[in-house]
C-alpha cells in the first residue's frame, strides 16, 4: 500500500515555473515506477510523464516534452515534477500515481494522490 500526497500548485502567470512534489509513504517506495498525469475541467484525465524506480528511465507526452522534467529521490521518497515555460493550456489539477508497473494509461497505476491545482493565466 502507498499513500501519496501532492503540494506545490498554485498560480502562475504564462512563461512562469512550478515545482511540484509527490510524498510517498512506506518503505518500498523505490520499487515503483511514479507517474504525473492531469485532469482540466471537462477533459479526461491524461498523461503528463513517467520514470522508472531507478529514475534511470523517463518518459513525457508530446505537449510537455522539453518543458517538463520529472525525477524521484528514493532517499526522500518524493518525485517531482519541474514546469517550466508554463502555458494556459497546462491549467489541470496534477495527480501523481505508483504501481510496480510500467505505463502510460491511467488503468496502468493502482495509486493516486489526490491532486493538486495548477492554474496557468494569461
Known amino acids: 500500500q502507498v499513500q501519496l500526497i501532492e503540494s506545490g500548485g498554485g498560480l502562475v502567470q504564462a512563461g512562469g515555473s512550478l515545482r511540484l512534489s509527490c510524498a510517498a509513504s512506506?518503505?518500498?517506495?523505490?520499487?515503483?515506477?511514479m507517474g504525473w498525469f492531469r485532469q482540466a475541467p471537462g477533459k479526461e484525465r491524461e498523461f503528463v510523464a513517467t520514470?522508472?524506480?531507478?529514475?534511470?528511465?523517463?518518459y513525457y507526452a508530446d505537449s510537455v516534452k522539453g518543458r517538463f522534467t520529472i525525477s524521484r529521490d528514493n532517499a526522500k521518497n518524493t518525485v517531482y515534477l519541474e514546469m517550466n515555460s508554463l502555458k494556459p493550456e497546462d491549467t489541470a489539477v496534477y495527480y501523481c500515481?505508483?504501481?510496480?508497473?510500467?505505463?502510460?494509461?491511467?488503468?496502468?497505476?493502482?495509486?493516486w494522490g489526490q491532486g493538486t491545482q495548477v492554474t496557468v493565466s494569461s
Open positions: 500515481a505508483a504501481d510496480r508497473r510500467t505505463g502510460l494509461r491511467t488503468d496502468d497505476y493502482d495509486y
Open positions: 512506506g518503505r518500498t517506495f523505490r520499487t515503483y515506477t
Open positions: 520514470i522508472n524506480w531507478t529514475g534511470g528511465s523517463t
